[in-house]
């Protein structure tokens, strides 16, 4: 039974600051890391992708990934207001020619306060 | 581009009532997936299909069916619907080859069965 764990939150973090989201997953053979941002009542969607261990930036937004931990963060800094919603960790078997689905966590709810 | 289009966005159904939910997408994607997303609760994989013709089950299938009769349309059959099928429905597509296993989601179904 392939697992993703996310602690559930809600997550405060002041306006301005890092926020930092944590991921773990069980299925050792994963290649494939997603973070998806959803708004409450909207559909899910992409914000960062990464496959290789180390750090991936993209403006405020940094993906971790350490496959030995079989762990993946989320870093987001200068945190707004907009920002806050449910932040869902993905994971897949495959990197590019694979067909299966992700495997998603429950959610962490990020609250940024003004 | 309209992306992937899911309709109804809403739906109520009494119990053993059938019903339909309709996903088309217009980027000529191989891959589609239908998830389900119960409250607080990450995303479930239902049914996925690897293009026309070909549909496999995911982790939750049970109470579902599907088909795939072209590349766009990816339609999910409730036969006999239950309580426990009150969720949000979402679809998904990705493009064979494409970058990294992403998937696109559509704005989802909200369903409630009474």
């Known amino acids: 039974q392939k697992e993703v764990e996310q602690n559930s939150g809600p997550l405060s973090v002041p306006e301005g600051a890092i926020a930092s989201l944590n991921c773990t997953y069980s299925d050792r053979g994963s290649q494939s890391f997603f973070w998806y941002r959803q708004y409450s009542g909207k559909s899910p969607e992409l914000i960062m992708s990464i496959y290789s261990n180390g750090d991936k930036e993209d403006g405020r937004f940094t993906a971790q990934l350490n496959k030995a931990s079989q762990y993946v963060s989320l870093l987001i800094r200068d945190s707004q207001p907009s920002d806050s919603a449910t932040y869902l960790c993905?994971?897949?078997?495959?990197?590019?020619?694979?067909?299966?689905?992700?495997?998603f966590g429950k959610g962490t709810h990020l609250i940024i306060q003004p | 581009n309209a992306g992937v289009t899911q309709t109804p966005k809403f739906r109520i159904l009494k119990i053993g009532q059938s019903m339909t939910l309709q996903c088309t997408q217009d980027?000529?994607?191989?891959?589609m997936y239908w998830y389900r997303q119960d409250p607080g609760m990450g995303l479930k994989l239902i049914y996925y299909?690897?293009?026309?013709?070909?549909?496999d089950k995911g982790e939750v299938p049970n109470g579902y069916n599907v088909s795939r009769s072209t590349t766009e349309d990816f339609p999910l059959r409730l036969e006999l619907a239950a309580p426990s099928q009150t969720s949000v429905y979402f679809c998904?597509?990705?493009?064979?080859?494409?970058?990294?296993?992403?998937?696109?989601f559509g704005a989802g179904t909200r369903l409630s069965v009474l």
């Open positions: 299909s690897v293009g026309a013709g070909i549909t």
């Open positions: 993905a994971v897949s078997r495959y990197s590019g020619g694979g067909a299966d689905g992700l495997t």
């Open positions: 998904a597509s990705r493009g064979q080859g494409e970058s990294k296993n992403i998937q696109y």
């Open positions: 980027m000529n994607h191989n891959y």
